[in-house]
């Protein structure tokens, strides 16, 4: 059976009739192990990289470096996982996403192994960077652009699954990583990780499968996409929020510490926001397939910024576990719907690519987050004007994306200019 239609969601002039091989491709118990291998991937990949906040302290201390120094060696890894998604999304387009994932579970595994024997915190910024900056690379913006490719009916479902698995990876990643710091070491654990990501992305590379729909060449310009003014608003409205986003992630756990909470229950703080986001996640992808997906993009945006007026505040641990759920929430949703706005306004046909390019600009948001709220912190000797500032940039985030409801389906014909 062969069959001729549009892809329902490419809205706009992304539109294309394409030739499918089924129907019943789409949508399939087949589409929905694709949705599985992500999610395992992502969690993977992610609990390894937001985890090292739990690593923070040790590694300080042994290298004798400051706040400033040691966040670098996240916002280096973040940075170039961001760059190099339009590269892994145009080789996955090109090549499919089998090899893609697995020369990431490579890169990965062989970074953080060469992380646990550095004797300078510099190294890191080369091993830890390079390593799990490409391995995640490799896995997200495949994966993701994957999935939106096998699905029709469910797409937004789909997508807010499967990088529900960043979220879960969270909730497990920086609990455990404190656990085996405690009883190994940092440097240990890094070596556990570093077995563990490797088998884990291996296996999601031997069962994902390219995407029933793949047109060489794609009539979507990606030049005249990233040019119109609804990516523009989307991809500054990102580097704003980014800057800002990565910030718990890494001073969380040491800001509970220093207000007297225990060192697992400080990392357990990455693990709330990790749990609330996987809600937001699944549940804001769901609730795009009735409602909006466009609005819900926004809303998460607010809910982001206005929990760092909770953080702003927080005196006590159950009011950083407060911030951690509503901001868990936000952030997750934010990571659900930014495929599914791309697919909404779009469409899927160079999905993987324009996923990439406008990841980068979570690299240039972390480059400057942590390091600046490091240093910040360390000329004042307090948290709280580095988190006021954090609350007004979150704020300015939200304030950019008031504009992209005019780019919905009907002015996306005009304003994305398409082949």
């Not at 019943?24 to 087949?30: G, H, I, N, T």
């Not at 970074?111 to 300078?120: F, M, N």
Request: with cysteine.
């Amino acid at each position: 059976m062969r069959a001729v239609i549009a892809d329902p969601g490419a809205s706009g002039a992304a539109e294309s009739r394409e030739t499918l091989p089924s129907l019943e491709l789409f949508d399939s118990a087949r589409a929905w192990r694709m949705v599985a291998a992500a999610f395992v991937a992502m969690c993977a990949v992610y609990g390894v990289a937001y985890s090292f906040g739990a690593f923070f302290k040790p590694m300080a201390a042994e290298f004798g470096a400051d706040r400033s120094a040691t966040s670098a060696v996240f916002s280096i890894t973040v940075l170039i996982w961001c760059c190099l998604g339009p590269i892994t999304g145009h080789l996955s387009d090109r090549f499919g996403p089998r090899i893609v994932v697995a020369t990431g579970a490579l890169f990965m595994g062989l970074g953080l192994a060469l992380t646990s024997v550095i004797d300078r915190l510099w190294l890191g910024y080369l091993s830890y960077g390079l390593g799990v900056g490409v391995g995640v690379a490799c896995a997200y913006v495949p994966m993701v652009a994957v999935v939106g490719g096998w699905f029709l009916r469910r797409r937004n479902t789909a997508l807010g699954i499967a990088v529900a698995g960043i979220g879960f990876g969270t909730v497990c990643g920086a609990p455990i990583a404190a656990a085996l710091i405690a009883h190994l070491g940092w440097r240990a654990t890094y070596v556990a990780f570093a077995i563990a990501t490797t088998a884990i992305l291996l296996g999601c590379a031997w069962i994902v499968e390219r995407p029933p729909v793949h047109v060489t060449p794609s009539r979507v310009r990606l030049a005249d996409v990233v040019r119109s003014p609804a990516f523009a608003f989307l991809y500054t409205s990102s580097v704003t929020v980014s800057t800002v986003i990565f910030v718990p992630l890494v001073y969380l756990p040491s800001f509970a510490r220093d207000h007297g909470a225990s060192e697992f229950a400080s990392a357990a703080l990455v693990g709330v926001i990790g749990g609330a986001s996987v809600a937001g996640r699944m549940g804001l992808g769901s609730l795009a397939d009735r409602v909006g997906v466009v609005r819900l993009y926004q809303a998460s945006f607010l809910v982001l910024a206005l929990s760092y007026g909770l953080w702003l505040i927080a005196a006590s641990y159950p009011m950083m576990v407060a911030f951690a759920l509503v901001m868990g929430a936000g952030y997750g949703g934010y990571v659900a719907l930014s495929p599914a706005v791309i697919a909404h306004l779009f469409g899927t046909q160079r999905m993987g690519s324009l996923l990439g390019v406008l990841y980068t600009s979570g690299g240039i948001g972390a480059m400057a987050g942590p390091p600046l709220v490091g240093l910040i912190i360390d000329r004042t000797g307090s948290y709280r004007v580095a988190i006021a500032a954090a609350f007004v940039v979150a704020l300015a985030s939200f304030a950019l994306l008031i504009p992209l409801t005019r780019f919905e389906p009907a002015a996306t014909r005009s304003s994305a200019a398409i082949d």
